[in-house]
């Protein structure tokens, strides 16, 4: 038979008091049943029987505290994990500050937690790096993210997306979609899209240096795209860029979207999407799924957290935020800019001076120095060369007509020809301003780099025989050069001498150099049979 191991000889057998008093003491150091019976050497059942330290089944069970917790303050500590304070931070910082006498002093976390967690089952701890409720938002795109996508019917091809997450600081609740591209209209759309999930708007919204968010990363003093600047402005939000090469300013983000991939991404083994609509919708469902699921460590779930978090942010504005493109401008001396081949009028004080443009769907907005100077309806996209003007932006009347300009362009036209100074003034005259057809005045003078004043002058009349007393400098232009070509047509070829080429040397010196050549050679005839082969 085989001998009975000492575990089997001691089983059954009540512990005696320093066993039971060190289970008791291993337990204090927060050590688990399993970590006590390798430590003892004993079953896991003996450690169970002896863990309150009352081996009898008739006792009531106790609840064990470690005698150093009877001199905490855990009132304190509830009301400091309540404001937000991570309960190691608390338990470091008291460590620092207790004596060497004291008998918390050398206590290990775990077994701080434990007591903490036997006292307040029901509060939640404050894990990692936390933030108070409302305070911030992290977001970011995932970088790897193979098979992530749909298969274009019309192409046949597997389109590779982009899978964009935003997470609350306090709750880690999280906000996914899918996207084409990282560009800004895909960009904000998703941002947007986030702040709808979470509820309402944090206070700050931290993101990587992306170029729809910053146009020059740097470690203090970031440029933030103006359309990104304009849309935390319209959901009250301070954008902060996290610094280069500091993943700890966007940890959060980077953690969540990675297990969030982690678990999305056996799911999507065998599945096929036909459009990004599909993708999408499959990708936030999942997500609402992940957020309802109960951490282990805080006994609730990412959604529960969502909602004690959602009285502290901020209240979404009425109206979503409007897709926007800014450019910049120079009004011309006509009092107007260019925009997608059409013009808008500026107030006049401002020509000369660079000003933003804003272009919504509907709208075109100016601002200079900040200031919103002029608002437009933008014109359709099938229309080209019109003006949208406001009759205020230009000067008086009587101070227009005595700007020097139309008197020097007139002047610089009167020098060329009497058809192109008609022409300059029949343009000043048309129209509601003097300088209406300024631009188009200076387009048929700037002709002057390329034709001459006669060839302009001709193409002007000829303009004029047809019934086109307004031709624009594109016109003017390409009637010069087809005039051009077909002179260059007419003109008969002049071909100049050259001794390499046949027929262009004199006839006398041909004759010199053939006689010359004939009297220094014998003439032998060769008399050819009928026979004979060779070539003659």
């Given at each position: ?10 089983a059954g ?51 064990y ?142 993101t990587d ?108 504005p ?83 007509l ?39 005045v200076?387009?048929v ?36 050069r ?51 082969c060779?070539?003659?």
């Amino acid at each position: 038979m085989k001998p009975l191991t000492e575990r089997e000889r001691m089983a059954g057998k009540r512990k005696g008091a320093r066993m039971i008093q060190e289970i008791q003491r291993l337990k204090g150091l927060g050590l688990g049943k399993k970590a006590i019976a390798r430590a003892l050497r004993i079953s896991r059942n003996t450690v169970k029987q002896y863990w309150e330290g009352d081996e009898g089944e008739n006792r009531a069970p106790t609840v064990y505290q470690a005698p150093w917790s009877e001199v905490v303050d855990w009132e304190t500590v509830r009301k400091s994990v309540e404001r937000g304070q991570a309960l190691a931070h608390h338990w470091e910082a008291v460590q620092e500050a207790l004596p060497q006498a004291d008998p918390r002093k050398g206590v290990p976390y775990v077994s701080f937690w434990r007591e903490y967690r036997r006292r307040f089952p029901e509060v939640p701890l404050v894990l990692g790096q936390m933030y108070p409720p409302g305070a911030n938002c992290e977001i970011d795109y995932k970088g790897s993210r193979p098979n992530f996508g749909f298969v274009d019917p019309a192409l046949g091809k597997f389109v590779l997306c982009e899978l964009f997450g935003a997470v609350l600081g306090f709750s880690r609740y999280l906000s996914v979609d899918a996207s084409l591209t990282q560009q800004k209209a895909d960009f904000l759309r998703s941002v947007e899209t986030a702040y709808r999930d979470f509820g309402g708007v944090p206070k700050v919204s931290v993101t990587d240096n992306l170029t729809p968010a910053v146009t020059k990363a740097g470690k203090r003093d970031a440029d933030l795209n103006p359309d990104y600047a304009s849309f935390c402005a319209h959901y009250n939000t301070a954008a902060m860029p996290a610094r280069p090469r500091k993943p700890k300013d966007k940890n959060q983000i980077e953690s969540e979207l990675g297990l969030f991939w982690r678990w999305l991404r056996p799911s999507l083994v065998g599945q096929t999407f036909h459009s990004l609509s599909e993708l999408r919708e499959y990708t936030r469902k999942a997500a609402e799924r992940y957020n309802t699921r109960v951490q282990r460590r805080t006994g609730q779930s990412r959604a529960q957290r969502r909602e004690e978090e959602k009285p502290h942010l901020l209240p979404l504005p009425p109206a979503p935020y409007e897709i926007c493109e800014w450019r910049t401008a120079r009004p011309h001396p006509d009092c107007h800019i260019q925009v997608r081949k059409n013009f808008y009028s500026v107030p006049y004080a401002l020509r000369g001076k660079q000003v933003e443009v804003r272009i919504t769907s509907t709208t075109v907005e100016i601002f200079f120095r900040g200031e919103r100077v002029a608002t437009h309806r933008l014109r359709a996209s099938n229309e080209q060369g019109r003006y949208e003007t406001n009759p205020g932006h230009y000067p008086e009347a009587q101070k227009a007509l005595l700007e020097t300009v139309p008197g020097t362009l007139l002047r610089k036209a009167a020098g060329i020809g009497p058809l192109t100074e008609r022409l300059v003034k029949d343009l000043f005259a048309l129209g509601n301003h003097p300088l209406r057809y300024l631009r188009r005045v200076q387009g048929v003078l700037a002709l002057l780099r390329d034709v001459t004043a006669e060839e302009l002058e001709d193409v002007i009349a000829t303009f004029r025989r047809l019934g086109e007393f307004l031709p624009k400098p594109s016109m003017l232009l390409d009637a010069v050069r087809q005039s051009r070509a077909l002179r260059e047509e007419a003109a008969p070829i002049a071909r100049r001498e050259n001794r390499f080429l046949r027929g262009t040397k004199p006839v006398a010196q041909a004759d010199t150099k053939t006689s010359r050549e004939s009297a220094g050679k014998t003439t032998n005839p060769v008399i050819r049979t009928q026979g004979d082969c060779s070539w003659p």
